[in-house]
């Protein structure tokens, strides 16, 4: 008997000696799926922390350029702050994920 497997994606058993499934294309093998999967996470959060960096470093070279006195200190202070946000907002990230599971 050949090796099958049962597609996660279609629920079809497909030929398990090859990592795709004959029908849908999907992945077949979990930890194939796994590893694409933790890939994926990763390069979504990527984007999106160049995204929002990207956002934030545009207001605060904004703040940089002016030489209006007292910006800097509120550059300073801004970027304080936003480090803070960040640090308690990956604490509620971290502590949703360990709620959840
Ligand atoms: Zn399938």
Same mark, same amino acid.
């Not at 000696?17 to 294309?25: A, D, M």
């Not at 209006?68 to 803070?84: D, Q, R, V």
């Given at each position: 008997?050949?090796?099958?497997k049962? =597609?996660?994606? =279609? *629920? @079809? +058993?497909?030929? *398990?000696? @090859?990592?795709?499934?004959?029908? =849908?294309? /999907?992945? %077949?093998?979990?930890?194939l799926?796994? $590893? $694409?999967? /933790?890939?994926?996470?990763?390069?979504?959060?990527?984007?999106? &922390?160049?995204?929002?960096?990207? @956002?934030? $470093?545009? #207001? !605060? &070279?904004?703040?940089?350029? /002016?030489? @209006?006195? *007292? #910006?800097? !200190?509120?550059?300073k202070?801004?970027?304080?702050?936003?480090?803070?946000?960040?640090?308690?907002?990956?604490?509620?990230? +971290?502590? %949703?994920?360990?709620? /959840? *599971?």
């Amino acid at each position: 008997m050949i090796n099958q497997k049962k =597609c996660p994606a =279609c *629920g @079809k +058993w497909t030929d *398990g000696s @090859k990592q795709r499934c004959v029908f =849908c294309n /999907s992945l %077949i093998d979990p930890q194939l799926i796994a $590893e $694409e999967d /933790s890939r994926k996470r990763a390069e979504k959060s990527r984007q999106e &922390r160049l995204a929002s960096e990207s @956002k934030f $470093e545009k #207001y !605060l &070279r904004k703040l940089k350029e /002016s030489d @209006k006195p *007292g #910006y800097t !200190l509120l550059f300073k202070i801004l970027n304080t702050l936003f480090n803070i946000y960040m640090a308690v907002l990956s604490f509620f990230i +971290w502590l %949703i994920a360990l709620i /959840s *599971g």
